[in-house]
């Protein structure tokens, strides 16, 4: 069984920076690719970006050139470094882990989820 905690959520101001982190622990971490998708209130779940085991990444449109995924295998974690933050990037955000191949763009492509953490910029 895989089970992944996310933290570094809080509140920052239009602007600021946040980092989050996500630990694994039940698999081989480094063999599988790690995603971060977010839930704003009263809306649909997001694809956000994801990592291969191979290090490439893809980014959603909303975030490209500002958010950053990089993962330290060594610590079983992944990282989601967020800049230039805005008001709508405020939101749930989760990691999940994907066993599968693929695009890897979609929520029902990853096996196990975090417990997410929240998010809020303020304008």
């Known amino acids: 069984q895989v089970q992944l905690v996310e933290s570094g959520g809080g509140l920052v101001q239009a602007g600021g920076s946040l980092r989050l982190s996500c630990a694994a622990s039940?698999?081989?971490?480094?063999?599988?690719?790690m995603g971060w998708f977010r839930q704003a209130a009263g809306k649909e779940s997001e694809f956000v970006g994801r990592?291969?085991?191979?290090?490439?990444?893809a980014y959603a449109d909303s975030v490209k050139g500002r958010f950053t995924i990089s993962r330290d295998n060594a610590k079983n974690t992944t990282y989601l470094q967020m800049n230039s933050m805005k008001p709508e990037d405020t939101a749930i955000y989760y990691c999940a882990l994907s066993t599968r191949g693929g695009i890897l763009v979609r929520h029902e492509e990853y096996d196990y989820w975090g417990q997410g953490t929240q998010v809020t910029v303020s304008s």
């Open positions: 990592i291969r085991w191979s290090r490439t990444t």
């Open positions: 039940g698999r081989t971490f480094s063999s599988y690719a």
